[in-house]
């Protein structure tokens, strides 16, 4: 059951995401050592997903992993999804993070958002942000939408990008 049905137990779904763990880990074992990167695998499950993280006494060496703006990273988070696709037969929506850039790119996006929920409170007008990618735009909707404003985004990928917004009349 790769999807939420009324039948599906909380345990029946650890399950599933810790087995996506596993395979993402095996997968994530062998590129390291093809790439002789020295690195850990981390597990959990967050929010409803697997959650993988590659670690490093020295995150530096990572950096490979990691690329321009995190490219090399969303990459290899959409093989590593792949990876488990083809070992369950179900779509993976895992995250993968190394070297802890995710979680400093989601402190960095708060503040961004945050910013820009304060400047649509003082002008009462729409703020565009730059172009972000899906986990980053996730980061600033869910940012604004606990500040109680509202956001969308807008545009073509890989353009594509946030509008924070007033609150609407009634919301």
Known sequence: MGTDTPLESDADRTKQLEEE???????????????DLDGDIDLDIKHDRAAVEIVAEDDAGLRPLVGKDG?????????????????????????????GFRAARREELSRLAERAVERVRESGREVELDP???????????????????????GVEPERYVVVQPAREGD
């Open 132 to 154: 972000l990618n899906a986990f980053e735009r996730k980061v600033v909707h869910d940012v604004v939408a606990a500040a109680g404003l509202v956001s969308d985004s807008r």
């Open 21 to 35: 763990g596993e395979i993402a880990a095996d997968y994530l074992e062998e590129l390291l050592d093809i790439a």
């Open 71 to 99: 490219q090399v990273l969303e990459a290899l988070q959409e093989l590593t999804r792949l990876a488990v696709q083809a070992r369950t037969g179900e779509r993976s929506r895992l995250m993968l993070d190394v070297g």
